[in-house]
């Protein structure tokens, strides 16, 4: 069964510092989102990309974050400037669109800020 | 401020017995609606979805939704110790960009007792 992967499994980074979380969404999909879950708490949604642009972003996604789609199989979610409070679980997800379609998940990024 | 509201539990149930697991919403506009099971430390994994008031059915999982009443639930019958975890209400909007996210709730911690 066709699955989103997303690398690396863990990231451990020093404030202050960029990362990149990258993520292969399920091929014949076409919207593709980030999520975030800080440990004990709710999954949040951060951002909806479609056509190559942005589409949907919450109060989350400040100007930290970036995302982009480099080729035609990679997702990636940037965070600039890292903070502590940018510990979480950073989850990759993709649907083949409309919102009647279920959002499959990755297996998700620890990422741990020092 | 879109809310999706759950008991967190634990919602302890010997096995073999009925799971029900309860989920509000406050967008009524919200089109959508989906269970996610997450395992501690996993990502959440689609276990239902369900657009239209009643009853949907799939093998040991029934969900039932009122959108009247805002209402979305999840019934597990002859539950298994495998079912124990975190369950996740989601619910999806309509903006008319099609990639929306989820608002999701806490979830419900369920522990099915041997």
């Known amino acids: 069964e066709p699955e989103v992967t997303q690398t690396p499994s863990h990231q451990v980074t020093q404030m202050g510092q960029e990362v990149i979380l990258r993520c292969v969404p399920i091929?014949?999909?076409?919207?593709f989102y980030w999520y975030r879950q800080i440990l004990g708490q709710k999954v949040e949604f951060l951002v909806s990309?479609?056509?190559?642009?942005?589409?949907?972003k919450s109060e989350i996604f400040d100007d930290q974050f970036s995302v982009e789609r480099p080729d035609g199989s990679n997702f990636t979610l940037k965070i600039r400037s890292t903070k502590l409070e940018d510990s979480a679980m950073y989850f990759c997800?993709?649907?083949?669109?409309?919102?009647?379609?279920?959002?499959?998940f990755g297996d998700g990024t620890r990422l741990s800020i020092l | 401020q879109k809310e999706v509201e759950q008991n967190s539990g634990p919602l302890s149930v010997p096995e073999g017995a009925i799971a029900s697991l309860n989920c509000t919403y406050s967008?009524?506009?919200?089109?959508?609606f989906f269970w996610y099971r997450q395992y501690s430390g996993k990502s959440p994994e689609l276990i239902m979805s369900?657009?239209?008031?009643g009853d949907k059915e799939d093998g040991r999982f029934t969900a039932q939704l009122n959108k009247a009443s805002q209402y979305v639930s999840l019934l597990i019958r002859d539950s298994q110790p495998s079912d124990s975890a975190t369950y996740l209400c989601?619910?999806?909007?309509?903006?008319?960009?099609?990639?929306?996210?989820?608002?999701f709730g806490k979830g419900t911690h369920l522990i099915i007792q041997p």
């Open positions: 997800a993709s649907s083949e669109g409309g919102e009647y379609q279920p959002q499959h």
């Open positions: 091929s014949n999909h076409l919207y």
């Open positions: 990309f479609y056509n190559n642009e942005i589409s949907e």
């Open positions: 967008d009524r506009g919200s089109q959508s």
């Open positions: 369900i657009y239209s008031n």
């Open positions: 989601a619910v999806n909007g309509y903006s008319g960009g099609g990639a929306d996210g989820l608002t």
